[in-house]
């Protein structure tokens, strides 16, 4: 562990795809700075992103990587943002082991204007969730309307609603770089609401460049100088997708051999893109057939012969 009182910023260093955890000893507050930058370029290539969309999903997954910090059990924390208007979901999986991945779904005939807004994106009824899945036991899932009309909006609304912490977060994004800002009232803590604003005003000053430009030790040192925080370890976060051939292979066993037999017929395989990776999984009929253990696209050709 290192403290911000011994560094003096000389000239701005960029550790990319790193997360820095800190905490002020003698306040009940606790902050994390994240910055991605191999991890979101590799991410941005996999589809071809609108601009608002792509802002939209590099800040979300800053706050999953900012938020995958506080895990205290091996799993998976997935956010998402899901909506009904021309951007339909954007989803960031975080793990305990401090690999990440993100992707977006959206009307592709739509016209997006550059500068649109996430709330005119999303539409109405829009829903924010955070799913965590312990790799042994039980998913839990936190569901709420969205309220802000920014991912760091909805977050901190989301924190204050469900887990009732006192929550600051500045995030923004570009096509190279992600980052964010996360100050937070520890958990059980005595509220002191003098510390928490002290805290909260300082944060609040951080420019977007700065965060798209700055490592961690010379933001900490640019807003907490006066009241240096401890800081601890860098910890490094990669780009890992958790799709599989077999995990398609569960998948298409629960579609059931008419839907997948009818999709063999018409197109001969039956090909799967992972929305993540771009991984294409290609299945033709012996591969089918030796899933389901039946000659699927006879079956169903029987089915429709029969049903004439």
Known sequence: MTNTKNNTPAAAVNHADCRTRFIFDDMPVRGQHVRLEKVWQHIVEQKHYPAAIQRALGELLAAG?????????????IVQVQGKGKLKML???ATSSDTCRATARW??????????????LLG???VFVITLQPQDGEPWQGVVPLEGDS????????????????????????????????????PESTPDAEAWEHIVTLAQTVTADELATLDAHHILYRLFHETPPRVFEQEAIEFACTCSRGKVSD????????????VLLEQGSVEIDCDFCNVKYVFDETDINALFGMDVAQAVSEEKLRLQ
């Open 107 to 120: 009307d592709e005939h739509a016209q997006i204007g550059e500068n649109e807004s996430l709330r005119e």
């Open 151 to 186: 991912i760091s909006e909805m977050l901190v609304n989301y924190m204050k609603r469900s887990e009732q912490l006192d929550t600051h977060i500045t995030l923004t994004a570009s096509d190279k770089v992600c980052s964010g800002l996360l100050v937070q009232r520890l």
């Open 251 to 262: 998948m298409l066993l629960m579609l059931g051999g008419e839907e997948v037999g009818s």
């Open 91 to 93: 989803v960031v999986e």
């Open 124 to 126: 109405d009824s829009g």
């Open 65 to 77: 990587a900012l938020l995958s910090s506080n895990l205290k059990i091996e799993g998976t924390l």
